[in-house]
């Protein structure tokens, strides 16, 4: 039934714009936070249109603890939308705390979710009404916009170490391929595809360009 009726829901969102379909999204959440039920839908509405999940990243942690990998690579697809919260356990029952301060492993799993492509929101989800002795949004904000921050700029720290390695790497191994030559082939042999050089032989380049001159 909750299949049938998001499909439906998703042609009827699909024909007020078709151009552009309003999403429809799931949110992980109460019954709907194991993968084999989550597995389930997302199999069965691929072809819908405009379907896609809601991550609630602490309501999953309840269904498979620290190791987020399995449950994420699985519905990593659908995925459209994060809610980031974190949680402390007290009595075994979560309770709220600033990002970055509980048992979530959420730097890990916003990373690999950069990493992956993800190119949606996150949206801090901060539930003081039913938590009255949590700090007062317009606080917590600030906490987690700081986070995202420094997250953001962590993550864009390794990208620049990675690319720097590989320049490094590349230089290398085009140097000793052809010692003394790495400089003019820099200049007008080199053609690089994924990682390798495919290159004029510069021996025979210069030999002809020897024979031309002296008439050969």
Not at 17 to 34: I, K, S, W
Not at 57 to 80: D, M, Q, T
Not at 161 to 174: T, Y
Request: hydrophobic letters at 35%.
């Amino acid at each position: 039934r909750v299949t049938e009726g998001l499909a439906s829901l998703c042609a009827y969102a699909a024909s007020l714009c078709p151009a552009a379909p309003v999403q429809v999204l799931l949110e992980v959440h109460g019954d709907f936070n194991t993968l084999p039920l989550l597995r389930q839908i997302c199999d069965a509405l691929q072809y819908a249109p405009g379907f896609g999940l809601i991550w609630d990243v602490e309501n999953s942690y309840l269904w498979h603890g620290e190791n987020f990998v399995p449950f994420y690579k699985a519905l990593r697809s659908c995925i459209r939308h994060v809610h980031i919260k974190d949680c402390v356990l007290k009595n075994a029952k979560p309770h709220p705390c600033l990002p970055g301060t509980g048992v979530l492993p959420l730097k890990a799993m916003i990373t690999q979710m950069l990493a992956d492509g993800y190119d949606g929101y996150f949206s801090f989800e901060w539930e003081k009404r039913w938590h009255p002795d949590i700090l007062p949004p317009e606080q917590a904000l600030v906490q987690y916009v700081g986070f995202m921050r420094a997250l953001e700029a962590e993550n864009q720290g390794r990208k620049k170490n990675r690319s720097a390695v590989g320049r490094k790497k590349r230089r290398g191994k085009f140097a000793g391929k052809w010692p003394g030559c790495a400089s003019e082939m820099r200049k007008s042999c080199r053609i690089w595809r994924y990682g390798e050089a495919t290159t004029i032989d510069a021996g025979k380049k210069r030999a002809r360009e020897t024979a031309g001159r002296n008439g050969g």
